[in-house]
């Protein structure tokens, strides 16, 4: 039983991290930004943490695998529209990655029920395309406690963003439609 329990340890620190979304967003429109950037490197290490500890428990779950990029995108997600609510970033570029998600997950949800289950493979472009919009949004959160980033790099930053949504969400629409229309042809 205490093996089990112990199992049970990456699953309740994914699932903390999506409730600490709430707070990391209540700050951020508080614009209490240096304790969003605490909260946000709590986040970091229990994103880090659940999955070395999955592996090293030998506890995979079904949970897991679907709870823990679920929490990355309640977090990165209610993270961009709180930041465009204050003004820190476009609305328009909040509104391309909630977009980009909406697009990512009914198509998800619409292969389930037309083709049938499958197994959730994150692509390089969207690993990549989450990893840079974790690494700007913690640069528009660091920029207001401390200046340090020349404009030229936040403009940069927002447009990589901005372009890493369109590549991935295509490239998840291109190789999901295309699997969807393999199965029809041999069904």
């Not at 979304?21 to 943490?49: K, R, T």
Request: net charge neutral.
């Amino acid at each position: 039983m205490a093996n089990t329990g112990i199992k049970l340890i990456p699953n309740i620190l994914t699932t903390s991290r999506m409730f600490l979304a709430i707070p990391i967003c209540w700050l951020i429109l508080e614009q209490s930004y240096g304790i969003v950037l605490i909260l946000a490197f709590i986040a970091g290490v229990s994103d880090g943490l659940d999955g070395w500890l999955a592996r090293k428990l030998d506890a995979p779950s079904v949970y897991g695998a679907v709870a823990d990029p679920v929490s990355d995108k309640i977090m990165l997600v209610g993270t961009y529209v709180c930041l465009a609510i204050v003004g820190l970033i476009p609305w328009w570029v909040a509104g391309i990655l909630v977009l980009r998600d909406l697009v990512i997950v009914s198509g998800a949800i619409a292969y389930f029920f037309v083709v049938g289950g499958y197994e959730m493979e994150p692509s390089i472009w969207g690993k990549s395309s989450t990893g840079l919009q974790i690494v700007f949004a913690l640069m528009v959160l660091t920029q207001q406690v401390t200046p340090v980033f020349p404009d030229l790099v936040m403009q940069a930053g927002l447009w990589l963003v901005v372009l890493l949504a369109f590549i991935s969400g295509g490239h998840y629409v291109y190789v999901w439609s295309s699997k969807a229309l393999n199965e029809k042809r041999h069904q």
